[in-house]
């Protein structure tokens, strides 16, 4: 069965620091995501990486996969407010062929 | 008008009562799914569809039944609802390569 693991689960920022979002996963896969969701809405999405030393780049947000670990990270650079929101990681592949397996969620504050 | 509409968007419903969330697609996308969150475990998968003539069970389906009438529409049921049930319900299409969410129904079981 395949799982997936974020960490942390609660992360507080100041304003223009960086750091790193991590997210595990037990099994082969196919293709990782992320996502963005602001509270009570939608997910909306960020980045899909399908092979390994994958690395994507939106504005502040990086996001990188490195599949013999079993890791992706998603890097966030210089933080501003507006990057508050929750981000998950999704995994795709294996035995979860055809369907997305995700993470807690990482709850993003980012304070003046 | 949205690619994935969910119905309804609010629902309060009383323990007992059945209760049917909708969603349909304009993505013509075969892939439907419907997935629970829950604070604190991410997104669930209840049910999935690849396509009208295929129903599947995920991780979480017990209480919950599905009905795939068309390729845009794919229907949840708690048969018997309970207050454990309360969640914010997603659905989800997909052609192999992106998924696409509605924009969640938030359901409450007094």
């Known amino acids: 069965e395949l799982k997936v693991e974020q960490n942390p689960l609660f992360l507080s920022m100041q304003e223009g620091k960086n750091y790193t979002i991590y997210c595990n996963y037990s099994t082969t896969s196919d293709r990782l995501y992320w996502y963005r969701q602001d509270p009570g809405k939608s997910l909306e999405s960020l980045f899909v990486?399908?092979?390994?030393?994958a690395v994507k780049q939106e504005g502040r947000l990086m996001a990188s996969l490195d599949t013999k670990a079993r890791l992706s990270t998603l890097h966030i650079t210089a933080a501003v407010h507006d990057l508050s929101a929750t981000y998950f990681c999704?995994?795709?592949?294996?035995?979860?062929?055809?369907?997305?397996?995700f993470g807690q969620g990482t709850i993003l504050t980012v304070h003046p | 008008d949205a690619d994935v509409t969910q119905t309804p968007r609010n629902r309060i419903t009383k323990t007992g009562k059945r209760i049917m969330l909708e969603c349909s697609q304009t993505?013509?996308?075969?892939?439907m799914y419907w997935y629970r969150q829950d604070p604190g475990l991410g997104l669930r998968l209840i049910y999935y569809s690849f396509d009208v003539k295929d129903i599947n069970k995920g991780e979480i389906s017990d209480g919950y039944s599905v009905s795939r009438q068309a390729q845009a529409k794919f229907s949840l049921s708690l048969e018997s609802a309970i207050p454990n049930q309360t969640a914010l319900y997603f659905c989800?299409?997909?052609?192999?390569?992106?998924?696409?969410f509605g924009s969640g129904t938030r359901l409450t079981v007094v």
């Open positions: 999704a995994v795709e592949g294996g035995t979860s062929y055809g369907k997305l397996t």
């Open positions: 990486l399908l092979s390994n030393g």
């Open positions: 993505k013509g996308h075969d892939r």
């Open positions: 989800a299409t997909s052609d192999r390569w992106t998924y696409t």
